[in-house]
């Protein structure tokens, strides 16, 4: 028996936030009650959910009421569910799974031997597969995944260096705390960034060892909000970075992300039909990120705007 067995199971709390989940909350936490690594503890941390959600969640303590804890709150977002659950988890390791996605039943055996083979490590973060939508079984990122390390340039320089899917030793949240209950949307971008500047140290496992599900309703599936909020967490942490090489990383990307951000707002305008703000954002975005395309495409919205919308609407059928 490799070594690692011999030693005592080190207990994983999951925390999973849910808020009006009722027809997934059940695969999601069926998917963590049949994980070959069996010493965790899932805790559903209900958002004030108006649907029948705490009822799932209730049939779920039921069946393992030793494993399972729920709690019932008002609805305050993602993170303030998530701090809830921290605040009851017993666990060494702290382990972060949303109520509408999946894990393999080897998922956290994976993670955990990754904690085994590199105990200098405090976050392990995942992999996995789209679940539902056009992308249906496609990787969420790279197998294997060619990108450099996970330090806190590549955390700013890309804001999928680490996946939603993470685990992480209780120290993490002993020195930096939980997540910001400000951020509803990108607060897991900002707690890799605190956790970063702290000093914690980041390993990857790029098996697809989950499934990730991008619903029309969620808060990710809003590139403008979350753009936004990826620039405030950027501006809001900046005065940490004040005498750290990696704050001309951090500048450079938020001019990126504002960039971005105009870019989404005119494709909104245009797929909405409306003119003046499709005109204010292409105007915008040429003076963050000139080129003749944007030019050319702004100078249309202002003065010939149906010939624009058709090229747009060709483009998106065309892909």
């Not at 030693?7 to 070959?36: F, G, I, K």
């Not at 083979?117 to 995942?126: E, K, N, S």
């Not at 960034?193 to 914690?200: N, S, T």
Request: hydrophobic share 45%.
């Amino acid at each position: 028996m490799p070594a690692a067995s011999k030693r005592r199971m080190a207990c994983v709390s999951v925390l999973m936030p849910a808020y009006n989940v009722e027809r997934y909350l059940a695969d999601a936490a069926a998917s963590v009650l049949r994980q070959t690594y069996a010493e965790l503890e899932l805790i559903i941390a209900d958002d004030g959910s108006s649907d029948g959600t705490p009822a799932v969640a209730e049939r779920i303590r039921a069946v393992d009421p030793d494993r399972v804890r729920v709690l019932r709150l008002q609805n305050r977002g993602p993170s303030a569910a998530r701090n809830a659950a921290l605040r009851l988890a017993r666990g060494e390791f702290l382990a972060l799974l949303d109520s509408d996605d999946m894990w393999e039943p080897q998922f956290l055996a994976a993670q955990m031997a990754a904690f085994d083979a590199h105990p200098q490590v405090d976050l392990v973060t995942g992999n996995g597969r789209y679940l539902g939508g056009p992308f249906h079984g496609q990787l969420v990122r790279p197998w294997p995944d060619a990108r450099p390390p996970i330090s806190l340039s590549t955390i700013i320089s890309d804001q999928e260096a680490v996946f939603v899917m993470t685990v992480f030793r209780r120290r993490v949240v002993e020195s930096i705390g939980g997540f910001d209950e400000r951020l509803r949307g990108n607060e897991d971008f900002d707690y890799w960034l605190r956790a970063a500047l702290a000093g914690f140290r980041f390993w990857r496992n790029s098996e697809p060892l989950s499934w990730y599900r991008r619903r029309a309703d969620s808060l990710s599936s809003d590139g403008v909000r979350m753009l936004r909020g990826a620039i405030q967490v950027c501006l809001d942490r900046r005065p940490l970075f004040a005498s750290r090489p990696e704050r001309e990383v951090l500048d450079r990307q938020v001019e990126y992300y504002r960039a971005e951000l105009e870019a989404e707002l005119a494709r909104q305008a245009l797929a909405e039909g409306n003119a003046t703000a499709g005109a204010a954002a292409l105007e915008a975005l040429q003076r963050c990120r000139p080129s003749w395309r944007t030019a050319v495409a702004a100078h249309l919205a202002r003065h010939a705007w149906p010939v624009l919308s058709t090229l747009y609407q060709m483009k998106r059928a065309y892909r």
